[in-house]
């Protein structure tokens, strides 16, 4: 079987490497759109899934390849489902990940509930080309709780302040292996690769 290659629309190490376990076996090699010196599109859709598609159509117009990406964030109860699409630009435009944990626990330090419950979801789009009229939209889902201090060192985002209480620890202090098996973006990626599988 050759090998497939598709392009990510994302320039986030941290998610090149998680799906590119993942999708290795169906023997498709995923490439960051900054090998392609891809510009970076406006995520203007007001949903997961819009941004997703915006990003998959710009990275697969720019490249010629079938384009995979991911539009994920963080959901908290007690903030309205904030941080939501804006979870990578909470703190603002250039955020560093510290910077948007700094921001959510300044927002929650009036919150009653303790521990917040939260969860994260990811929607992966694929287009086998940018003018794809029938793209695959997969969904995952991750239910945990927010702590106030963080733990771990592994993983990026919010995972140091995202708490699984079945497993009595967060998301970063998790294996990669372990992380791949349980998080959001793992779950829409077997159902992504699930889908290939049966087109294939």
């Not at 990940?97 to 959510?104: G, I, R």
């Amino acid at each position: 079987m050759a090998l497939l290659q598709a392009v990510l629309a994302s320039n986030n190490p941290g998610k090149l490497r998680e799906m590119g376990e993942i999708l290795s076996e169906l023997r498709m090699e995923v490439i960051s759109q900054s090998a392609f010196k891809v510009p970076e599109v406006a995520e203007t859709g007001l949903s997961f899934v819009e941004n997703a598609l915006i990003k998959a159509r710009n990275a697969a117009r720019h490249t010629g390849l079938a384009a995979i990406a991911d539009d994920s964030g963080l959901e908290v109860d007690a903030l309205d489902g904030q941080p939501g699409i804006h979870s990578a630009r909470y703190a603002g435009p250039n955020a560093t990940d510290q910077e948007n944990l700094e921001k959510l626990l300044e927002n929650l330090k009036t919150v009653p509930e303790k521990p917040p419950s939260a969860r994260y979801q990811c929607v992966i789009v694929y287009m086998r080309h940018w003018q794809d009229p029938t793209p695959y939209i997969c969904q995952g889902t991750w239910e945990g709780q927010i702590i106030f201090t963080p733990q771990g060192s592994g993983g990026f985002g919010y995972d140091p302040l995202f708490y699984l209480p079945e497993h009595h620890c967060t998301a970063a202090e998790l294996s990669p292996e372990e992380k791949n098996r349980l998080s959001h973006r793992g779950k829409a990626l077997r159902v992504l690769l699930d889908a290939l599988r049966q087109e294939a």
